[in-house]
């Protein structure tokens, strides 16, 4: 399983946002697609084209003309991982069979695993439930660093 570029980006775009929350550049509206792009490495196309995203998914507000900007639309702690992968791939799930109303798999009438796959897709968006923005946000200490490169 791996997610997509545009939704890492996101996270990397929404991360970037997390840690200017409460900064002097919101208060002055300045923070937008083209500050994140810059301090990310996003390309610029792809960082507006996830700020319509996000903002259509409720995650950031975004102000346009003199004076606009973007912000987030909750506090970094309410803002999931999950949240920000569903606002740019759609609901989670790891097959396409357990998506409501997809039906195109041959397999679907006999398949024996199929009822146990809700239960999969539930851990997996659980587990990205419980990463917050604000832990994404910040700086990983350097013992922490060290413990998940020795779980690689």
């Given amino acids: 399983m791996r997610l997509s570029s545009l939704a890492d980006y996101a996270v990397v775009l929404m991360s970037a946002a997390s840690r200017h929350c409460g900064a002097a550049l919101l208060a002055e ?5 083209s ?9 610029l196309p792809t960082a507006q084209k996830l700020v ?38 759609g609901p989670l799930a790891i097959t396409s069979c357990t998506i409501d109303g997809n039906h195109d798999c041959k397999l679907e009438d006999s398949c024996m695993v199929k009822p146990h796959w809700g239960i999969i897709n539930q851990t997996i968006r659980k587990a990205l439930n419980d990463v917050s923005l604000a ?15 020795q779980a690689l």
Avoid at 29 to 33: I, R, S, V, Y
């Fill in 29 to 33: 509206g300045k923070l937008n697609a």
């Fill in 35 to 43: 500050t994140l792009a810059q301090e990310t490495g996003v390309p």
């Fill in 52 to 89: 319509s995203r996000l903002s259509a998914a409720g995650l950031i507000e975004s102000t346009r003309g003199i004076g606009g900007g973007i912000r987030l639309a909750r506090p970094p702690a309410s803002i999931s991982l999950a949240d920000i992968v569903e606002a740019v791939e």
């Fill in 135 to 149: 832990s994404l946000a910040k700086e990983p200490a350097a013992q922490t660093m060290k413990t998940m490169e």
